[in-house]
């Protein structure tokens, strides 16, 4: 079927054609007219079969044709952008794209003009939270990837959030994208839609194991190769020989680094793209280098990378866009890259089926996830086909992948909401919404979930009973004729947390004096649930001790008595030293190298500790008012990681840590420094340069950032009255204790 044949206007035909979208795949002529027919439709087909231009159809013809807002659900914050850098191609057709997927504490009111609103689940269930009235115009929800409803982190709530929308709006259309699952009926008939599916794709994928020198594609496909020294370096060898690109999967992060760096100097001799400066910058840290910043770029110049939750997000989309340009002829990367980010290759290479799993050692990874990697395999319009190749250890190794990955259904997908930690922070967040109001409208919203759709739901009345009962505890609803939300209540579904980080906060909050050390309250911020540990290693032993002793009596979390939660404080404390090292200008290349953690690590981290920091502030007007003069200013210095006197420099756009201290250093303290100083003085500074210099002049008569800059002096002024505790012998950064270890 061609586009001109779907009976759209003539200018979403136009555009489509413009675009390159001709003529349609098998599996989007069979969507697409039940599309436009203002059907619900489930899509589950194989990796780069072109679902997403389902959801774009459908999009264009919401808002163009019958008026209506769209909200387009992501998992992940890269493939929002990826949604959003593709919609806006259609910009010219007179529609208005946005994407919102960072504060959760925001009503985001200026959504309210835009006609598709691309956001992570998070974000989509936080406007809910909110009570934004546009989200009661939505006509049209596209949910991707939402085989990912089976994550026990990201699943239940998109779950939670869909459910939502469904019972507020009966009538809205529904498109859900997924990749093959072996229950996609079972949840097509829970979104009350047709379901297409298909085996078909537009390059052939051949999958097969390779062991021993041969990779078998099936029995009478038997291929041999000369692996030299290193059998994957044989493979990847072959494929850029050839033209193609490949993907590498392994298990660890540290796997990643090694492989790329191994096989560097053998890629150089193949390719050589070269990197500016400017490029080599962004690799090695765009504001502090590092080690494995710089161990990257010395990689990516060779036409070579890895990909793993340590780079920064910058580092990290410099990989795939050198990747799609043809610059970067081969990744090596965790399995999260394939988790719909479009970077599609010749020949993808899984060398690992196991990953290491705190609680239980090494354990297989789906046939779903493995499913995911291999569909990566082949570029439209490049390659002849694709080529999906699992690394077999042993001859055993080699029949199990065959019988249960290459000749394995994928798993079907189980809703992750039966788990009373998660159903506390969703009923608290149905009653402070009025969505529910009783235990048995709780039930009655469970019931309409996809964990209801797929159980009789035995034994959740004992769980909602029990959750709810937890949440009168800790004051966060009361039960007066009806569940209602207290003010601390609704503040926590607001502020997005888990109502247990609400409880650390609020009884941190009622210990904190004028005395309590910048640490202890970071320990208590990193000590909620919405903080990930950082695992302390076997080196980290001393220094924790060291902190744990000298710090005693300040600690606003307990140090437990039993092992497995004395494991959890030490994880809790690390992550608060990462922060005080951050916020005391330790340098990153430190960090990383003394915690062994990568840049991504540190990211990662100062964002979710400014979330948790922020809603203690928020927390604060409610039980301590007063605390907030300690708050305010160490939640700027944990956005920025500077010492209080760079506060007022922080408020600069385009200045980070590093630029500010140059400039503080040089002198130039605050805005009225910079007005005085002259441009070219300003400009010769390191990393600062004219164009920068300029927008600094530019922004000291910005009416907006003088409104900033007052907000900013009261905190410096609040600095200046409430100090950490008076012992000036108390360790202020890593570089202190590395000096007696």
Same mark, same amino acid.
């Given at each position: 079927?061609?586009?001109?044949?779907?009976?759209?206007?003539?200018? *979403?035909?136009?555009?489509?054609?413009?675009?390159?979208?001709?003529?349609?795949?098998?599996?989007?002529?069979?969507?697409?007219?039940?599309?436009?027919?203002?059907?619900?439709?489930? #899509?589950?087909?194989?990796?780069?079969?072109?679902?997403?231009?389902?959801?774009?159809?459908?999009?264009?013809?919401?808002?163009?044709?019958?008026?209506?807002?769209?909200?387009?659900?992501?998992?992940?914050?890269?493939?929002?952008?990826?949604?959003?850098?593709?919609?806006?191609?259609?910009?010219?057709?007179?529609?208005?794209?946005?994407?919102?997927?960072?504060?959760?504490?925001?009503?985001?009111?200026?959504?309210?003009?835009?006609?598709?609103?691309?956001?992570?689940?998070?974000?989509?269930?936080?406007?809910?939270?909110?009570?934004?009235?546009?989200?009661?115009?939505?006509?049209?929800?596209?949910?991707?990837?939402?085989?990912?409803?089976?994550?026990?982190?990201?699943?239940?709530?998109?779950?939670?959030?869909?459910?939502?929308?469904?019972?507020?709006?009966?009538? %809205?259309?529904?498109?859900?994208? =997924?990749?093959?699952?072996?229950?996609?009926?079972?949840?097509?008939?829970?979104?009350?839609?047709?379901?297409?599916?298909?085996?078909?794709?537009?390059?052939?994928?051949?999958?097969?194991?390779?062991?021993?020198?041969?990779?078998?594609?099936?029995?009478?496909?038997?291929?041999?190769?000369?692996?030299?020294?290193?059998?994957?370096?044989?493979?990847?060898?072959?494929?850029?020989?050839?033209?193609?690109?490949?993907?590498?999967?392994?298990?660890?992060?540290?796997?990643?680094?090694?492989?790329?760096?191994?096989?560097?100097?053998?890629?150089?001799?193949?390719?050589?793209?070269?990197? =500016?400066?400017?490029?080599?910058?962004?690799?090695?840290?765009?504001?502090?280098?590092?080690?494995?910043?710089?161990?990257?770029?010395?990689?990516?110049?060779?036409? %070579?990378?890895?990909?793993?939750?340590?780079?920064?997000? +910058? +580092?990290?989309?410099?990989?795939?866009?050198?990747?799609?340009?043809?610059?970067?002829?081969?990744?090596?990367?965790?399995?999260?890259?394939?988790?719909? *980010?479009?970077?599609?290759?010749?020949?993808?290479?899984?060398?690992?089926?196991?990953?290491?799993?705190?609680?239980?050692?090494?354990?297989?990874?789906?046939?779903?996830?493995?499913?995911?990697?291999?569909?990566?395999?082949?570029?439209?319009?490049?390659?002849?086909?694709?080529?999906? *190749?699992?690394?077999?250890?042993?001859?055993?190794?080699?029949?199990?992948?065959?019988?249960?990955?290459?000749?394995?259904?994928?798993?079907?997908?189980?809703?992750?909401?039966?788990?009373?930690?998660?159903?506390?922070?969703?009923?608290?967040?149905?009653?402070?919404?009025?969505?529910? =109001?009783?235990?048995?409208? #709780?039930?009655?919203?469970?019931?309409?979930?996809?964990?209801?759709?797929?159980?009789?739901?035995?034994?959740?009345?004992?769980?909602?009973?029990?959750?709810?009962?937890?949440?009168?505890?800790?004051?966060?609803?009361?039960?007066?004729?009806?569940?209602?939300?207290?003010?601390?209540?609704?503040?926590?579904? @607001?502020?997005? $947390?888990?109502?247990?980080?609400?409880?650390?906060?609020?009884?941190?909050?009622?210990?904190?004096?004028?005395?309590?050390?910048?640490?202890?309250?970071?320990?208590?911020?990193?000590?909620?649930?919405?903080?990930?540990?950082?695992?302390?290693?076997?080196?980290?032993?001393?220094?924790?001790?060291?902190?744990?002793?000298?710090?005693?009596?300040?600690?606003?979390?307990?140090?437990?008595?039993?092992?497995?939660?004395?494991?959890?404080?030490?994880?809790?404390?690390?992550?608060?030293?990462?922060?005080?090292?951050?916020?005391?200008?330790?340098?990153?290349?430190?960090?990383?190298?003394?915690?062994?953690?990568?840049?991504?690590?540190?990211?990662?981290?100062?964002?979710?500790?400014?979330?948790?920091?922020? =809603?203690?502030?928020?927390?604060?007007?409610?039980?301590?008012?007063?605390?907030?003069?300690?708050?305010?200013?160490?939640?700027?210095?944990?956005?920025?990681?500077?010492?209080?006197?760079?506060?007022?420099?922080?408020?600069?756009?385009?200045?980070?840590?590093?630029?500010?201290?140059?400039?503080?250093?040089?002198?130039?303290?605050?805005?009225? @420094?910079?007005?005085?100083?002259?441009?070219?003085? $300003?400009?010769?500074?390191?990393?600062?340069?004219?164009?920068?210099?300029?927008?600094?002049?530019?922004?000291?008569?910005?009416?907006?950032?003088?409104?900033?800059?007052?907000? +900013?002096?009261?905190?410096?002024?609040? *600095?200046?009255?409430?100090?950490?505790?008076?012992?000036?012998?108390? +360790?202020?950064?890593?570089?202190?204790?590395?000096?007696?270890?």
């Amino acid at each position: 079927m061609r586009t001109n044949e779907l009976g759209l206007p003539e200018n *979403i035909i136009n555009a489509l054609e413009s675009q390159g979208y001709v003529t349609l795949y098998p599996p989007q002529a069979n969507a697409i007219p039940k599309v436009i027919l203002g059907k619900n439709v489930v #899509v589950a087909v194989p990796t780069a079969t072109g679902k997403s231009l389902v959801g774009y159809v459908a999009a264009l013809r919401a808002v163009l044709t019958d008026k209506k807002k769209v909200l387009y659900i992501v998992p992940l914050k890269a493939l929002a952008s990826e949604k959003r850098d593709d919609l806006e191609r259609f910009s010219h057709l007179g529609l208005r794209v946005a994407m919102s997927t960072g504060d959760l504490d925001s009503e985001d009111k200026w959504l309210n003009n835009a006609d598709i609103v691309v956001a992570t689940s998070e974000k989509a269930d936080s406007l809910l939270r909110h009570g934004n009235r546009w989200m009661d115009d939505v006509g049209l929800v596209v949910a991707d990837e939402i085989h990912l409803i089976h994550d026990p982190s990201r699943g239940p709530t998109l779950e939670v959030a869909l459910t939502k929308m469904m019972r507020r709006n009966p009538n %809205m259309q529904m498109i859900a994208l =997924s990749a093959t699952i072996s229950n996609s009926r079972e949840l097509a008939e829970w979104l009350n839609a047709d379901l297409v599916t298909s085996e078909w794709r537009p390059i052939p994928l051949k999958e097969g194991v390779y062991f021993n020198g041969e990779i078998t594609f099936d029995e009478y496909d038997v291929v041999d190769v000369d692996t030299g020294k290193d059998e994957i370096w044989s493979l990847i060898r072959g494929t850029v020989d050839e033209g193609g690109q490949c993907l590498v999967f392994v298990n660890a992060r540290r796997s990643t680094e090694s492989l790329a760096v191994k096989y560097s100097k053998d890629m150089s001799k193949i390719t050589s793209p070269g990197l =500016s400066d400017e490029e080599m910058m962004i690799l090695e840290g765009e504001s502090e280098s590092t080690s494995l910043g710089k161990k990257l770029a010395s990689c990516a110049k060779c036409g %070579m990378a890895f990909h793993n939750a340590g780079l920064t997000y +910058q +580092q990290r989309r410099f990989v795939e866009d050198g990747f799609k340009s043809g610059r970067i002829k081969c990744i090596v990367a965790t399995p999260t890259l394939a988790a719909g *980010i479009n970077l599609p290759a010749r020949r993808v290479i899984v060398r690992d089926t196991k990953r290491f799993e705190s609680n239980a050692g090494y354990t297989p990874i789906s046939v779903m996830e493995v499913k995911q990697m291999c569909g990566r395999a082949g570029r439209p319009r490049y390659d002849p086909h694709g080529e999906a *190749i699992i690394i077999a250890k042993t001859e055993y190794d080699k029949r199990h992948i065959i019988k249960d990955y290459l000749s394995g259904d994928p798993e079907p997908i189980l809703s992750k909401l039966n788990n009373e930690a998660v159903l506390r922070s969703h009923i608290l967040g149905l009653i402070a919404t009025e969505d529910a =109001s009783s235990e048995e409208d #709780v039930i009655d919203f469970l019931r309409k979930t996809f964990f209801g759709h797929q159980s009789e739901l035995f034994g959740v009345e004992n769980v909602v009973e029990r959750a709810v009962g937890h949440l009168i505890s800790e004051g966060m609803i009361s039960n007066d004729g009806g569940l209602r939300a207290t003010p601390f209540g609704k503040r926590v579904s @607001d502020l997005y $947390i888990d109502p247990e980080s609400a409880v650390i906060l609020r009884d941190s909050l009622l210990k904190m004096n004028d005395d309590t050390p910048d640490l202890a309250i970071l320990h208590a911020v990193a000590s909620t649930p919405d903080v990930l540990g950082l695992y302390p290693k076997k080196a980290d032993g001393d220094v924790l001790k060291k902190l744990i002793a000298e710090y005693d009596g300040y600690f606003l979390v307990e140090e437990p008595d039993d092992h497995e939660g004395y494991e959890f404080f030490l994880s809790d404390l690390k992550v608060a030293y990462l922060m005080l090292n951050w916020i005391t200008e330790v340098d990153e290349e430190t960090i990383t190298e003394v915690l062994g953690i990568g840049p991504g690590d540190i990211r990662a981290r100062v964002d979710t500790v400014e979330w948790i920091l922020h =809603s203690m502030n928020e927390l604060s007007a409610i039980f301590r008012p007063e605390c907030a003069r300690r708050l305010r200013p160490l939640l700027t210095r944990v956005k920025y990681g500077i010492k209080s006197e760079l506060i007022e420099l922080a408020a600069f756009r385009g200045i980070g840590r590093s630029r500010a201290r140059t400039l503080h250093n040089a002198g130039i303290k605050g805005r009225k @420094d910079i007005a005085d100083a002259d441009v070219n003085s $300003i400009a010769s500074l390191p990393r600062i340069g004219m164009v920068l210099a300029k927008s600094l002049k530019e922004q000291v008569g910005s009416e907006n950032f003088k409104i900033c800059a007052r907000s +900013q002096g009261e905190e410096i002024r609040s *600095i200046e009255t409430a100090r950490d505790a008076p012992d000036s012998n108390r +360790q202020s950064n890593l570089l202190d204790f590395r000096s007696q270890t």
